[in-house]
C-alpha cells in the first residue's frame, strides 16, 4: 500500500475504460479527507514487503500518479464521461447546462420568428384576396405609396379596402397619367375624362391636370386680330418663366394653317362663336353670345345664305423663346 500525502485530495475515478497507456495502473484504497491522504495498491502488488514501508510495485506508482494528476487537470474537451475526474464532470456539466439555456433561448427566438412569419403571411394573403376579388381604383398608385412610405401588408390591405369604398383616393399621379388624362380630355371632352376619373383606373380629374393643360389655354381669336388676346397667351406661356437674367432674350416668330373639322364652336372662356371665316367680321355686328340666341341665329342665316361660312383651315402663329444672350 501507497500513501500519497498533499494532493489536493483529487480522486481519479473511472479510468479503467481508458486507453492502456492511461491506465492508473493502481486501486484506491481509501482516502482522508481530514488529514490529506489517499491510500492507493498497485495493481501488482507483491502482498509483502521485507522492510517497513511498501513493496516495490506500490512503491514505484508516483509516476503514475503524476499521470493521472495531468490528464485530471486537463479540459474535459471530447473526452468520454468515464475518463474524467469530479472537478472535470462538474465543469462539463456547467458548460452543458450553458448550451441548453443558450438553445432553449434560440428555439424560443425562432417560435417567435414563426409566429410573426405566420401573421405576415395571413396579411399577405388578406391582401391577395382583396385584390383579386375586387376592382380596387388606382391599384398601381396604392402601391407605390405603399412601398415609399413603407406600409405593412395589413396598411396596405386597409387602404386597399377604403379604396374599394370610395374614402381614399391615391392621387400620386405620374406624368404619363397627367399627359393621358389630358389627351382623354381633349379627344372625349369632360364627360369621358369623368367616367375614367371614377372607374378603376381613376385617371385624374379636369382640375387635376389643369396645370397640364395650360398650354392648350391659349385664347383663340375670333374676327380680327386683338391685342388682349396675344397678351393673354403671352401671359400663359411665358408668365412664369425666369426674369432674373437681365440679358437680350431672343425670340421667333413662326405663322401657318392648319386643317379644321369645318365645324362652329363655341369659346367658354369668351362667351364667342369660333370656326366662322375671316369674312364673318365684316358681316355679324358681334361674335358674343350673350343672354339670347341672336347672336348664333344671325351667324347661320348668314352662313345659309352664302354670305360667310365656316372656316376649314386656322391660321396659327407661334412664338418661341430661346435662350437669353448678354450683349
Given at each position: 500500500m501507497h500513501s500519497i500525502r498533499g494532493r489536493?485530495?483529487?480522486?481519479?475515478?473511472?479510468?479503467?475504460?481508458?486507453?492502456?497507456?492511461?491506465?492508473?495502473?493502481?486501486?484506491?484504497?481509501?482516502?482522508?479527507?481530514?488529514?490529506?491522504v489517499i491510500r492507493i495498491r498497485s495493481v501488482k502488488c507483491c502482498g509483502y514487503v521485507s522492510q517497513p514501508g511498501c513493496c516495490s510495485e506500490c512503491d514505484d506508482l508516483d509516476g503514475a500518479v503524476d499521470v493521472v494528476e495531468r490528464w485530471s487537470q486537463q479540459s474535459f474537451g471530447k473526452k468520454s464521461i468515464d475518463r474524467l475526474s469530479h472537478d472535470q464532470l462538474a465543469l462539463k456539466l456547467k458548460a452543458l447546462a450553458q448550451q441548453l439555456a443558450s438553445e432553449q433561448v434560440k428555439r424560443k427566438n425562432r417560435q417567435t420568428s414563426?409566429?410573426?412569419?405566420?401573421?405576415r403571411l395571413g396579411h399577405y394573403r388578406e391582401l391577395f384576396n382583396i385584390v383579386s376579388l375586387n376592382e380596387v381604383p388606382g391599384l398601381s398608385r396604392l402601391f407605390s405609396t405603399a412601398k415609399k412610405e413603407g406600409w405593412s401588408p395589413k396598411k396596405t390591405a386597409e387602404h386597399c379596402l377604403l379604396a374599394v369604398e370610395g374614402k381614399y383616393h391615391p392621387r400620386n399621379y405620374t406624368e404619363f397619367d397627367r399627359e393621358l388624362a389630358t389627351l382623354i380630355y381633349e379627344l372625349g371632352g369632360g364627360a369621358a375624362l369623368y367616367a375614367l376619373n371614377k372607374s378603376p383606373i381613376m385617371l385624374p380629374s379636369r382640375q387635376t391636370i389643369a396645370e397640364t393643360r395650360r398650354e392648350l389655354n391659349l385664347r383663340i381669336t375670333v374676327g380680327n386680330v386683338k391685342v388682349s388676346d396675344i397678351m393673354e397667351n403671352i401671359e400663359v406661356l411665358f408668365g412664369?418663366?425666369?426674369?432674373?437674367?437681365s440679358g437680350l432674350v431672343l425670340h421667333s416668330l413662326l405663322q401657318d394653317e392648319i386643317a379644321g373639322d369645318g365645324r362652329p364652336c363655341y369659346l367658354e372662356d369668351t362667351d364667342e362663336i369660333g370656326g366662322l371665316c375671316e369674312h364673318a367680321t365684316n358681316r355679324l355686328?358681334?361674335?358674343?353670345m350673350g343672354t339670347d340666341l341672336s347672336c348664333a341665329e344671325e351667324a347661320v342665316k348668314a352662313v345659309r345664305s352664302g354670305e360667310i361660312h365656316v372656316g376649314k383651315e386656322f391660321n396659327i402663329p407661334s412664338t418661341t423663346m430661346g435662350p437669353?444672350?448678354?450683349?
Open positions: 489536493g485530495l483529487w480522486i481519479p475515478i473511472g479510468l479503467a475504460g481508458a486507453a492502456k497507456t492511461l491506465l492508473p495502473r493502481y486501486t484506491l484504497l481509501s482516502a482522508d479527507f481530514v488529514a490529506s414563426l409566429k410573426a412569419a405566420r401573421k412664369d418663366g425666369d426674369t432674373t437674367d355686328k358681334t361674335f358674343k437669353s444672350r448678354s450683349l
